[in-house]
């Protein structure tokens, strides 16, 4: 079994940063992709970072210069810091994770459950 638990979500006021957090855990070999996609009221579930294990990281337009993705690979946890919040990136947070677990020979999917980042005065 592999779960992705996240923490960190809240109110803000705009200007104001937050910090995700989501760590995984379970019957873990590998983790590949880690990633950080939101999901807006009557919007579609949108990408906003991403973070291969080997280090490299991106970010979408929208959250560049704001919004920085990294991973603790020891730690099995992906972060997204996130500052100058505006009203627009209010949404629910969901971490994604690409894990092969202990005696498989391919990755799957992994989501977590969600949480709540409201971007308002």
């Known amino acids: 079994q592999v779960q992705l638990v996240e923490s960190g979500g809240g109110l803000v006021q705009p200007g104001g940063s937050l910090t995700l957090s989501c760590a995984a855990s379970?019957?873990?070999?590998?983790?590949?992709?880690m990633a950080w996609y939101r999901q807006a009221p009557g919007k579609q579930r949108e990408l906003v970072a991403s973070?291969?294990?080997?280090?490299?990281?991106n970010c979408v337009d929208s959250v560049k210069g704001r919004f920085t993705i990294s991973r603790d690979n020891a730690k099995n946890t992906v972060y997204l810091q996130m500052n100058s919040l505006k009203p627009d990136d209010t949404a629910v947070y969901y971490c994604?994770?690409?894990?092969?677990?202990?005696?498989?020979?391919?990755?799957?999917?992994?989501w977590g459950q969600g949480t709540q980042v409201t971007v308002s005065s």
């Open positions: 973070a291969i294990s080997g280090g490299s990281t």
């Open positions: 994604f994770a690409e894990i092969r677990k202990l005696g498989t020979r391919q990755f799957n999917s992994y």
């Open positions: 379970g019957s873990i070999f590998i983790i590949g992709a």
